[in-house]
C-alpha cells in the first residue's frame, strides 16, 4: 500500500472511530439565545458602550485628559460637584473626572485584553501539554500550577507589580502570570479526558502527528471552553488592574486608571463622595456586563459547560 493509500485509510479508520461530537451552535443560533436573554443584552450594551468610548475617547471627551483648569477647585481649593460644565465633577488637581474616566476605559479594557490573551495562552499550554503527554510531563506541569495557586493571586501580584516597577505592560504581564493557573487546570481536565477516547488513540496509533492531533481532534473540544473564559476573565482582569491600581502598584499616575482614581480620591471620600462613586461604578458596571455576556455564551454556546 503506497503512502497515499495509507494516509487515505487512516482519515477513514479515524472518521468511522470518532464518535458523534456534539454539534456546536452556529454563530446566528448563539446570537438568537443572546438577543433573547434580557441580561445579556444588557452586558452588551455596557460593553459596546465601554469599548466604543474607549476607541473614540480623543473625540467624545471634552477635555484632555491631563489639564488642570485654574477654575477646577473650589476656593478653598477642594474639588467640584457635578455640574454642566463639569458633567461628573472635578479631581483633587482640577481636572475633569468624566474625561479620565473615558480616558481610563483604554486603561482597563487594553489590560483587561492582553493580560486575558496572555493567560489563556499560557493556560492552554500547560494545560494541553499535561493532559495529553500526562507522566513526567503532566507531574511537572501540574505541580507548577498547584504551586502556583497556594499563592494569594493579589498578595503575588502586588509582589511581582512592585519588583518589575508597574507600567501598562509590565501590569498585564504580571495579572496574566497570576491568572492562567485556573485556564490551565479546566484545560487539562478536559484534554486528559478527550485524549483517552477512541478516536484520539486511533489517530495516534496511525501515526497521525500530534501537532495535527491537537489542532484537528482536540481544539474544536477546547474552543467552547476558551470562548466563554476569554469574555468572563476580562471581567477578572479589570477588576485585578483596578485592585492594583488602587493599591498604589498598577499604572503610574498621570495615566487615568479607574483604580488609581479612587486611590488618589480616599481622603476626600466624605467631602467629595463622586470621585469614588464614578469609578467604583464604572467598574462593577463593565465587570457586570462581561460576566452576564460570559454566562449566555456558556450557555448558549454549550449547556452542559454549567454542570462542569
Aim: aromatic letters at 10%.
Amino acid at each position: 500500500m503506497g503512502p497515499l493509500q495509507h494516509s487515505e485509510s487512516a482519515a477513514v479508520i479515524v472518521t468511522a472511530t470518532a464518535p458523534a461530537r456534539r454539534r456546536a451552535s452556529s454563530p446566528a443560533t448563539v446570537w438568537d439565545r443572546v438577543k433573547r436573554t434580557r441580561a445579556a443584552v444588557f452586558g452588551l450594551v455596557v460593553v459596546a458602550a465601554v469599548i466604543g468610548g474607549a476607541l473614540l475617547a480623543p473625540w467624545i471627551a471634552p477635555y484632555d485628559p491631563a489639564r488642570q483648569f485654574t477654575d477646577g477647585l473650589s476656593p478653598e481649593g477642594r474639588p467640584l460637584p457635578p455640574s454642566g460644565r463639569f458633567w461628573l465633577g472635578t479631581d483633587l488637581l482640577g481636572r475633569d473626572l468624566l474625561t479620565r474616566l473615558i480616558y481610563g476605559a483604554r486603561v482597563s479594557l487594553l489590560i483587561g485584553v492582553l493580560a486575558n490573551a496572555a493567560a489563556l495562552t499560557i493556560g492552554t499550554l500547560f494545560g494541553a501539554a499535561a493532559g495529553y503527554f500526562r507522566g513526567w510531563v503532566s507531574t511537572v506541569f501540574m505541580r507548577l500550577t498547584d504551586m502556583m495557586m497556594a499563592f494569594p493571586a493579589l498578595i503575588l501580584a502586588i509582589a511581582l507589580a512592585a519588583i518589575l516597577r508597574p507600567s501598562l505592560w509590565i501590569v498585564a504581564m504580571v495579572i496574566a502570570m497570576v491568572n492562567w493557573v485556573w485556564i490551565a487546570r479546566i484545560i487539562y481536565s478536559q484534554v486528559l479526558s478527550t485524549s483517552q477516547r477512541e478516536f484520539i488513540e486511533a489517530a495516534r496509533a496511525l501515526g497521525v502527528p500530534t501537532w495535527r492531533i491537537f489542532w484537528k481532534h482536540l481544539f474544536p473540544h477546547l474552543l467552547p471552553i476558551l470562548l466563554v473564559w476569554g469574555t468572563l476573565g476580562v471581567s477578572t482582569t479589570v477588576m485585578f488592574e483596578a485592585s492594583l491600581s488602587f493599591l498604589g502598584v498598577g499604572v503610574r499616575p498621570p495615566t487615568p486608571s479607574w483604580g488609581g482614581t479612587i486611590n488618589e480620591s480616599q481622603s476626600y471620600f466624605l467631602e467629595a463622595p463622586w470621585l469614588v462613586a464614578f469609578p467604583g461604578a464604572a467598574i462593577l458596571l463593565t465587570s457586570l456586563a462581561f460576566n452576564l455576556v460570559g454566562d449566555t455564551l456558556r450557555d448558549a454556546i454549550d449547556p452542559q459547560l454549567r454542570s462542569r
